[in-house]
């Protein structure tokens, strides 16, 4: 493997880790298509839908511990959202991973797609006065929270993310979880969907495994960075860049699919 290939791999994994610490998610809706396109645009190498769902369910994994540590020790981390929405997710992400394996790559590329586009319409609804209740007061609907996260999970697993691009969103608009809270707790919730992504990749054979300790390293380094930066930014400038990010990513995964 070329140095200028391991490169590049470690600096997507820099900055998609970096991103996913600051805005709580794990990353995959950066990593995925970088790893997709920027290699070959770059002439350094080439991967597949595949190998990239697989690669990116491992970098996500690690992403989200390095964002939760940096998390741990705020009033940030809901644990019943956690359990809930947990639990709900990683029975869709093994579901999503294991079966993913069946899919060609255009159906896995259109999944990822369709995800974004939900997001993206998400990411930009209103949420007015959600980051002024106290963060002792929060209260949500438990079921609907461990459906959603269900659903989420299988289109997750899928493609090899964490779905925190999607839990976000729902968080904040359907839930009404405040900002800061919605980030720490998506990563701790990223986290356990990544296990049902990860067995559900390694289980079928669809993880490039040099290219995976790369992108290990890279997220272990630049996630609790990305982290601590998020606990100081203002949480509107937090989502406009969370929307901004995904609606680029959607723009660009659906040029490619038409």
């Excluded at 069946?102 to 896995?108: D, K, L, N, Q, T």
């Amino acid at each position: 493997m070329a140095i200028s290939f391991i490169v590049t791999i470690f600096l997507i994994g820099l900055l998609g880790s970096f991103i996913s610490g600051m805005l709580g998610i794990g990353g995959a809706i950066i990593n995925f298509p970088m790893l997709l396109y920027f290699p070959v645009m770059l002439g350094v190498g080439h991967f597949t839908a595949h190998e990239v769902s697989g690669i990116t369910a491992i970098q996500v994994f690690f992403a989200t511990i390095g964002g939760v540590l940096a998390y741990r020790k705020g009033r940030f981390l809901n644990k019943t959202l956690i359990a809930y929405m947990g639990i709900g997710i990683l029975i869709g992400s093994f579901i999503g991973g294991f079966s993913s394996t069946h899919m060609p790559e255009s159906g896995i590329n259109i999944v990822y797609g369709i995800l974004a586009l939900i997001a993206v319409i998400m990411m930009f609804v209103p949420k007015k006065g959600i980051d002024d209740l106290p963060l002792e007061e929060v209260k949500f609907n438990k079921w609907l929270a461990a459906l959603f996260a269900f659903i989420v999970g299988i289109g997750a697993g899928i493609v090899g993310a964490g779905g925190a691009f999607l839990l976000v969103p729902i968080m904040l608009v359907v839930l009404k979880i405040p900002t800061r809270m919605t980030i720490a707790s998506s990563l701790a919730i990223t986290l356990i969907s990544s296990i049902g992504a990860v067995s559900g990749k390694i289980s079928t054979g669809q993880v490039e495994i040099l290219p995976s300790v790369i992108m290990v390293v890279a997220s272990l380094i630049a996630s609790p960075i990305g982290a601590n930066v998020g606990k100081k930014v203002n949480t509107k400038v937090l989502q406009i860049i969370m929307g901004i990010l995904i609606l680029a990513t959607a723009v660009k995964t659906w040029i490619t699919i038409l």
